[in-house]
């Protein structure tokens, strides 16, 4: 056999599906953990600068920001080593396998561990449809706080006073108690704000963030689907009667 036909063989028996869904989910899961962790740290900087400057009002909030600072490295962790892992299943399970290794032969323990692996990423994949969700969260109250500013510059505001009367008050959202100071910030004291580099930073962050999470549910639905084959594949060769080529 020469190189070439070496090479289409080879390239022949790469799980294509499992490739994309790992390089996606790698993505996905950087993006998010990275950006998140900084934008959360950005978040609590401007809290305790201009939103609530009692420390004791925000303390909670700030314990509660570092332990998600840690799951964050926990899930970074895991996704790459499941990443991994699926990926091996995938090229297991591909005809180059069989041509390589020999006749292909399934075990009772084989076809658990696939099928626990089909359960586990629809489990996976549920629960990331929340960590989407809530990353949502953050990007709409920033999205809200940027609004605001926006319509401070706009040339249709009627004098200071209007300005002035125009606020953002973010203990509505739930983040710090209804007793912080000052909790609510106005006119051109809000206007400054906006126009912070750890503002915009912490925002755009957030966005990314929202975007990585996005891509790894997506990355979690290919493999939902690749596992399912998998699964099939290796339920279909268990049988006695089954043919040769899949």
């Not at 939103?51 to 996704?79: E, K, P, R």
């Not at 399970?93 to 390589?100: D, G, H, P, R, Y």
């Not at 926006?150 to 108690?177: F, H, L, M, W």
């Amino acid at each position: 056999m020469g190189c070439f036909e070496c090479c289409i063989k080879c390239l022949g028996g790469v799980p294509y599906a499992s490739l994309v869904a790992t390089i996606l989910c790698f993505s996905g899961v950087a993006l998010f953990c990275g950006c998140g962790h900084v934008a959360l740290a950005g978040t609590v900087a401007l809290l305790e600068q201009h939103f609530s400057t009692n420390a004791n009002d925000h303390a909670l909030l700030s314990q509660v920001i570092q332990l998600m600072q840690y799951v964050i490295y926990g899930i970074a962790s895991f996704f790459f080593l499941y990443g991994i892992i699926l990926l091996a299943e995938g090229f297991y399970t591909t005809s180059a396998v069989k041509e390589l290794h020999g006749e292909f032969k399934t075990t009772a323990c084989g076809r658990c561990i696939s099928g626990m692996f089909v359960c586990l990423t629809y489990v996976l994949g549920v629960a990331w449809l929340g960590v989407f969700g809530f990353s949502a969260v953050p990007v709409f109250m920033f999205y809200n706080i940027w609004s605001t500013c926006e319509v401070i510059k706009s040339p249709q505001t009627n004098g200071t006073a209007g300005v002035e009367q125009i606020c953002v008050d973010v203990r509505q959202y739930g983040i710090v108690p209804w007793n912080a100071f000052p909790g609510r910030i106005c006119g051109s004291a809000l206007e400054n704000i906006c126009n912070t580099s750890e503002f915009y930073m912490s925002y755009h962050l957030f966005i990314v963030a929202c975007a990585g999470a996005g891509a790894t549910v997506i990355a979690l639905l290919i493999y939902m689907m690749a596992t399912t084959y998998n699964f099939a594949v290796l339920k279909f060769k268990s049988r006695e009667d089954c043919c040769t080529k899949f």
